[in-house]
């Protein structure tokens, strides 16, 4: 399994200032991904990073308002840009690896990062 | 979208065990049944998942019908600590490509009582 430490757990920002977050997995991983999830809602993917190009985005997300980084197997930011109250919500990182024989493929999350917007 | 449905919620008493079921009718041959669950103020974790047999682990078994339409979670012997919000998943099997990125619905908020 791999074990995946995000920073911060937590922030209070002012509006219309950028908040980055960052993912750190202790191994080498296959694919990594951000995800947000809003307030009583469900987990929805913002983009997976991938190693040394661009990220790709879901419909709905864009680069300018969320641009990621992956200069690594093993570490990846997130940026929040030009916040709003809108933007307060929970971010995850996820990180992809092969399971442990059965052909399956087992995806673990960080703890999240909260950020609050005001 | 997310290809599965859920109950909203369940509640389930402690010991006893907690069945969670999920319909996914439009399941394609290539998919696989994923089930996570996400406990208040942490990161989904990964429980099981299955093709077309039935599979269990020290967490928990997943009982998919013949024709994979729908499923079961078991939890056998439920616990104050596996209240959680479960969620069903169906992906591909594709280690590097967005086909089996992990869409999630609204899962079953599950309730453990004493």
């Known amino acids: 399994s791999a074990v995946i430490s995000q920073k911060p757990s937590r922030d209070i920002c002012q509006r219309g200032t950028s908040l980055t977050i960052q993912c750190q997995v202790d191994s080498q991983v296959t694919m990594m991904f951000w995800y947000r999830q809003q307030p009583g809602q469900s987990l929805t993917l913002i983009a997976t990073?991938?190693?040394?190009?661009?990220?790709?985005?879901e419909s709905g997300f864009v680069i300018d308002k969320f641009p990621i980084s992956r200069p690594n197997l093993t570490f990846s930011t997130l940026t929040v840009s030009n916040l709003s109250p809108e933007d307060s919500s929970i971010y995850l990182c996820?990180?992809?690896?092969?399971?442990?024989?059965?052909?399956?493929?087992?995806?673990?999350f960080g703890q999240g990062t909260r950020l609050t917007v005001v | 979208d997310a290809k599965t449905t859920q109950p909203p919620s369940m509640d389930c008493a402690e010991g006893r065990a907690a069945n969670l079921p999920c319909n996914h009718s439009?399941?394609?041959?290539?998919?696989?049944v994923y089930w996570y669950r996400q406990i208040h103020s942490q990161g989904p974790q990964y429980i099981i998942h299955?093709?077309?047999n039935n599979e269990t682990n020290e967490m928990a078994s997943l009982i998919i019908t013949e024709d994979r339409k729908s499923s079961t979670l078991i939890l056998p012997h439920a616990t104050l600590r596996d209240t959680a919000v479960y969620y069903c998943i169906v992906r591909v099997m594709n280690y590097g490509g967005s086909q089996g990125n992990l869409i999630f619905g609204k899962g079953t908020k599950l309730s453990v009582k004493p």
């Open positions: 990073a991938n190693q040394g190009s661009e990220a790709t985005y």
């Open positions: 996820s990180a992809r690896t092969r399971d442990r024989g059965k052909g399956g493929l087992e995806a673990f």
């Open positions: 299955g093709l077309k």
């Open positions: 439009t399941i394609s041959g290539n998919e696989y």
